[in-house]
């Protein structure tokens, strides 16, 4: 593993979500607001460059979900751990310039894998999240997949 480093870099990007990751649950992002008004951002937010997400065959969305072309990844960062957190900041309208990201520890970790035990360690994935995650990496678009996610959206 490599050692953390803080360094101060100003880049100019914007966030999105790796495509088939769960989506963000209403309930959770409003228990975050209440968190960070009471004590602010407790840890940073977990991202990678856009384009490593591309890189490792997986694929972006922005924060509504909607599909972001492969050739615009470089204009992203991809939220692998803090989505609610991400989110519950943005509503809170809170300055995205103070916000505290950080990359992955683990650099060896495929994209999926590091997702998928980030989550493991916080709240338990169902099954159905469990599901999508082969699918992150697929390089194709997959319609059996693309359905899937949809109705994993739904509840």
């Not at 939220?79 to 505290?100: E, T």
């Not at 995650?133 to 949809?150: G, H, Y």
């Amino acid at each position: 593993m490599k050692k953390m480093s803080v360094i101060s870099v100003i880049v100019n990007r914007s966030f999105a979500f790796v495509k088939g990751n769960r989506p963000t649950n209403s309930k959770a992002v409003t228990a975050k607001m209440k968190s960070i008004e009471e004590y602010g951002l407790l840890s940073p937010i977990t991202v990678v460059d856009g384009e490593q997400v591309i890189t490792s065959g997986g694929h972006l969305v922005d924060l509504n979900g909607k599909d972001i072309p492969d050739s615009q990844s470089v204009n992203y960062y991809a939220v692998l751990d803090g989505q609610h957190r991400l989110i519950a900041y943005i509503k809170l309208g809170l300055n995205l310039n103070d916000l505290v990201i950080t990359e992955p520890l683990n650099v060896d970790m495929s994209i999926a894998a590091l997702i998928a035990e980030m989550n493991i360690c916080t709240t338990t994935w169902k099954g159905t999240d469990y599901m999508a995650a082969p699918a992150m990496t697929l390089s194709k678009t997959n319609d059996v997949f693309e359905f899937a996610v949809q109705l994993r959206s739904k509840g």
